[in-house]
């Protein structure tokens, strides 16, 4: 077993919601590491680069690690694991979620039951092979009736000490103040990104007002950003990544998404970053966010965005985003 804690001070952190925990800007997202063969795979994955790409992060400073059990059926949790195993001294903080399930035929299903999570949380712990979980969420509220049930049933694992702090996933507001009202949510982690601002709204603010710390997930809209994605590369993706039938792969948006990509690799040629790195820096500005979850198949991914840890751009630069995706209509 190994137990969990920050690592490498000297790089600024923020506080996560009512938690003791102070989260690097950016973590290491994992769901790409969980491979192929199943509804949400990325295509095939080598371990040896998953484990690679995770040194990588937290040599670099990234001092937590988000994964799901659903991420791969259970392989993005052993890869993790078998990650933590392999480190040195200090371990980074490691959040998952429950909520998705899956059976002997590969098939996806919700459960927010209380036979249910604690099932899986007990899974989560023997696949990450740590002592109790730092953050443990609800992936989605779903199904919706049981929300009620999942959450309760969250803060009494908190009290047994298999989970630290509990957290929600892809919420609406009015979802959080159910849960709000058995307990206080400790963090959200919604979808946010110059492609898919809808949380901007209403509920990061709702979150800013609540003590709620938001890891937003997708920065980058899964490498749409990044300005090394291309038609081409789309058109050659495996079948079983999920995003070769995803509509922001697909023209007319695609073509949008790449030209947005071009005046973020303009922006970052400014500083010496990277497009992606400028598209995670443009999350992070806003003032709800804790920090964002980013993503990495291999130590080369990481090394590109590690610069993240520490870039902002300036209130002019962010203006300039925002003036670009008005007057082109992307995300519209």
């Not at 052993?78 to 959040?95: H, N, S, T, W």
Request: glycine share 8%; net charge negative; proline share 4%.
């Amino acid at each position: 077993m190994v137990t969990t804690q920050h690592t490498k001070a000297e790089i600024e952190t923020k506080t996560l919601g009512n938690s003791d925990m102070e989260l690097t800007a950016i973590g290491f997202g994992a769901w790409a590491i969980g491979g192929g063969e199943y509804a949400y795979g990325w295509g095939s994955q080598e371990d040896a680069a998953s484990v690679a790409a995770i040194q990588k992060a937290i040599n670099m400073g990234v001092n937590w690690i988000d994964t799901a059990a659903i991420y791969g059926l259970g392989h993005s949790e052993e890869v993790v694991g078998k990650a933590l195993r392999q480190m040195d001294g200090e371990i980074p903080y490691v959040f998952t979620k429950c909520s998705l399930r899956w059976n002997e035929r590969r098939e996806i299903y919700s459960s927010l039951t209380a036979e249910g999570v604690r099932y899986e949380v007990e899974q989560s712990l023997q696949r990450l092979g740590v002592e109790a979980i730092d953050l443990y969420q609800i992936h989605w509220p779903q199904p919706e009736n049981e929300i009620e049930e999942g959450w309760g049933t969250l803060q009494e694992l908190i009290q047994e000490g298999k989970i630290r702090y509990a957290g929600v996933s892809n919420f609406s507001v009015e979802q959080m103040k159910r849960a709000q009202a058995i307990a206080p949510i400790t963090s959200l982690q919604p979808p946010f990104s110059l492609l898919k601002q809808d949380v901007a709204a209403e509920i990061l603010p709702f979150c800013e007002e609540n003590n709620i710390g938001v890891i937003n997930y997708s920065p980058m809209q899964a490498g749409l950003l990044t300005a090394t994605m291309t038609a081409e590369r789309v058109a050659a993706m495996p079948e079983d990544d999920w995003r070769k039938n995803n509509a922001e792969f697909k023209s007319p948006q695609l073509e949008k998404n790449l030209a947005l990509a071009k005046r973020l690799e303009a922006i970052g040629e400014r500083h010496q970053v990277k497009a992606g790195v400028v598209a995670i820096a443009w999350t992070l500005a806003n003032p709800a966010v804790t920090a964002a979850i980013v993503g990495g198949r291999n130590p080369e991914q990481v090394a590109d965005t590690a610069t993240a840890l520490k870039f902002r751009l300036s209130a002019e630069e962010v203006q300039e985003i925002d003036s670009f995706v008005r007057e082109t209509g992307i995300g519209a």
